[in-house]
């Protein structure tokens, strides 16, 4: 395992869910942390106050990664405040709950205004670090939070799942052409715990829909915040020798997708 102690990372959308929990971790490892946010900057500090906690620094930074400018702010603070930045995550997302085949619940500005936080945030902030990481000894890491929607067309919307997709063609390119100082990566998870999608849904079909994935995975359970951050850790601390990879954590639920149980 890579001893992270004293390294600089950025996560994007920590302020809660997959981001919070990935910040914690990395914290708990010795990681220094950029808390990003773009609207909840009290769930924001509160991360960066049980960051703090386990002995380590951190800096909160707002704003949206659909701004170029926030991208380089993000990257600017870390290098003035640390020197360096060793990790990226990308965990910063945005979706609109619409049917797939309701045609008519998604115009141009939806498209747009996903694909500009998923796809094109997750691009502007590896921009934003490469330069940095490119000139340090061990260079960097970067991982990408897609989602298994990128792999079976299945998600909250069709902007959605085709932005995931996106993102995971993204790492492949930026994976071949950005070796060998920076690592990209992606985890692709599935049906995750908690109230992102509790408030997407509404309480009774995200209880179904958490059922369903549970009986219909080999592994029987959906994934939570913890264990995407376990995987996100895994690329970032673990075979460093591993880049352009996709890691699906979704208890093996994408094994049982068939048309007939598709959902």
């Keep these: 395992m890579k001893d992270l102690n004293k390294r600089a990372a950025i996560v994007t959308g920590s302020s809660s869910g ?15 942390l950029v808390i990003n946010y773009n609207s909840n900057a009290d769930g924001a500090n509160a991360v960066a106050q049980q960051c703090t906690e386990l002995g380590v620094e951190c800096v ?38 619409v049917d797939h085949a ?14 500009g936080v998923n796809v094109v945030g997750s691009y502007q902030m590896i921009r934003a670090v ?4 490119q000139s340090q000894n061990e260079g960097g890491a970067v991982v990408n939070v897609a989602s298994t929607a990128a792999i079976t067309g299945i998600g909250s919307s069709v902007a959605y799942a085709a ?17 060998p100082k920076l690592r990209i990566n992606a985890v692709c998870p599935g049906f995750i715990e ?3 999608l509790r408030e997407g849904f509404g309480d009774k079909k995200y209880e179904e829909l958490m059922a369903f994935h549970r009986e219909n995975s080999p592994l029987g359970v959906t994934a939570t915040p913890e264990t995407v ?35």
């Design 130 to 133: 490469s330069e940095q990481m």
């Design 229 to 263: 951050a376990d995987a996100i850790l895994h690329f970032i601390s673990g075979p460093q020798v591993v880049t352009g990879e996709t890691l699906i954590v979704d208890g093996g639920r994408h094994l049982t997708m068939t048309p007939l149980t598709r959902r």
């Design 18 to 32: 997959v981001g919070a929990a990935t910040a914690k971790l990395l914290a708990s490892q010795g990681c220094n």
């Design 194 to 196: 908690g109230d992102w």
């Design 60 to 97: 909160v930074v707002g704003g949206d990664v659909a701004e170029d400018s926030n991208c380089i702010a993000m990257a600017a603070a870390a290098i003035e405040r640390w020197g360096r930045i060793d990790i990226l995550v990308n965990n910063a997302g945005t979706t609109k709950f």
């Design 163 to 179: 932005s995931k997709g996106a993102l995971v063609t993204m790492t492949l390119s930026l994976a071949r052409s950005l070796g």
């Design 102 to 115: 309701n045609l008519h619940g998604l115009n141009s500005d939806d498209f747009h205004h996903i694909y």
